[in-house]
């Protein structure tokens, strides 16, 4: 299974693929889509058009994109909410499967805390993914992102098939 993981941002939105074969897990690439534009409207344009030809280049079969948490400065938030909604729409439009996660769950999957600090997250990536070198905090965000995808994808599948020779 491929897995593509998104860290959603306006500015910098950091991006990972990771393939999974059982329970082993390796780096694919990772990167930083960088928007460009003096408008809202070409910023999100550029992030669409960046994370399309990520998505081409290295055909992932199923996407994972952090959840938006409110902070204290709404429009900061609204401008967030918007490119969170071009790290959803990119791989719907290709028809993969997209898992929302919470920055805590992310955290306490990869980390085993809900409220470790970037460094920690970076960190265990790192353990996990021997030899990654990041293209930044955004993309090593992003990797963390589709590890804890990847380890809920597993489950989910181990459950049914458990079920389904349960109810046979």
Not at 48 to 64: F, G, R, S
């Amino acid at each position: 299974m491929r897995v593509l993981g998104i860290d959603p941002g306006l500015r910098n939105m950091g991006w990972g693929v990771i393939d999974v074969v059982g329970s082993r897990i390796s780096h694919v690439a990772n990167g930083i889509c960088h928007s460009t534009g003096t408008d809202l409207g070409s910023r999100l344009l550029s992030l669409h058009q960046q994370l399309t030809d990520v998505l081409l280049t290295y055909q992932p079969e199923t996407a994972a994109v952090e959840q938006t948490f409110v902070n204290k400065d709404g429009v900061g938030t609204l401008k967030l909410g918007q490119a969170r909604g071009i790290a959803m729409l990119v791989p719907a439009q290709a028809g993969i499967s997209i898992g929302e996660y919470a920055p805590n769950a992310v955290k306490k999957t990869v980390v085993g805390v809900g409220h470790a600090d970037k460094q920690q997250v970076a960190h265990m990536v790192k353990v996990q993914l021997p030899g990654v070198q990041f293209a930044g905090p955004d993309a090593a965000d992003a990797l963390a992102i589709a590890i804890c995808h990847s380890f809920h994808a597993q489950s989910s599948s181990t459950l049914a098939k458990a079920l389904a020779r349960a109810g046979a």
